[in-house]
């Protein structure tokens, strides 16, 4: 397929982002796709593969099965930016599936997903960052706004796009927030904040470092632990 800088669906994306966010009971998980365009083909834009709504009412194992599909897709290359706000414990889920390959999100009121704690799974630990819902919103706006991202046309992208019109901006003493109004749903405008966050993050080639190591099987590769972020 011939490259179009404009359809993200042409793009050689080195690292495969997927970004998922953990609908609670009444909601639907999401899973969005995408990744930085190369830097040969110009300016570093977001492209924005796909948007997908998850089956109802999988939980576990069985969410993170679904997520294993994406992944295979993607010939298990990708870099899984997962919510862990409502269950702490879908972590060691992931992490079996996954391994390294696991960056957690804590969404609450503040943060700029720039903080972070180690935490334990099984053996080992991957890194949870703190970050405010309206913060990974005006992020993702702001983008928008300079015209940073592609999506691939379709249901979904517009499903996507229209989920974050529908969000009500309402100002507070304590700044400002982005409401679902009732009967809405905000997980795949969710899911595209986290994507366009983690593609950007200062952090990002050391998340990705466990997928080239992959990559390279015959070759010894040097240890990158968690004493990197000391």
């Not at 998922?20 to 998980?29: F, I, L």
């Not at 309206?134 to 706004?145: A, G, K, Q, V, Y």
């Amino acid at each position: 397929m011939t490259f179009n800088r404009d359809n993200p669906a042409t793009w050689p994306i080195k690292i495969p982002i997927i970004a998922h966010d953990v609908g609670r009971s009444n909601d639907r998980s999401t899973a969005v796709v995408g990744g930085k365009c190369p830097p040969l083909f110009g300016p570093q834009l977001l492209g924005v593969k796909e948007c997908l709504e998850l089956p109802l009412g999988l939980y576990g194992s069985q969410l993170a099965n679904e997520v294993a599909k994406i992944d295979h897709k993607y010939g298990h290359n990708c870099l899984i930016v997962a919510d862990l706000s409502n269950d702490p414990t879908y972590a060691e889920t992931l992490f079996d599936r996954f391994d390294a390959r696991i960056v957690g999100v804590q969404i609450g009121r503040s943060g700029d997903g720039t903080t972070f704690e180690r935490r334990r799974v099984r053996n080992s630990a991957c890194l949870v960052y703190q970050i405010g819902r309206t913060f990974l919103l005006e992020f993702l706006l702001s983008e928008l706004r300079d015209r940073n991202i592609r999506f691939v046309e379709g249901p979904e992208s517009r499903r996507a796009y229209a989920q974050l019109e529908a969000l009500e901006p309402e100002q507070r003493q304590s700044g400002r927030v982005y409401k679902c109004l009732p009967g809405q749903h905000d997980d795949l405008a969710m899911s595209v904040a986290m994507l366009a966050w983690a593609a950007q993050h200062l952090h990002f080639d050391h998340w990705s470092q466990p997928i080239f190591d992959a990559r390279q099987p015959s070759q010894r590769q040097p240890h990158h632990g968690w004493g990197a972020f000391t």
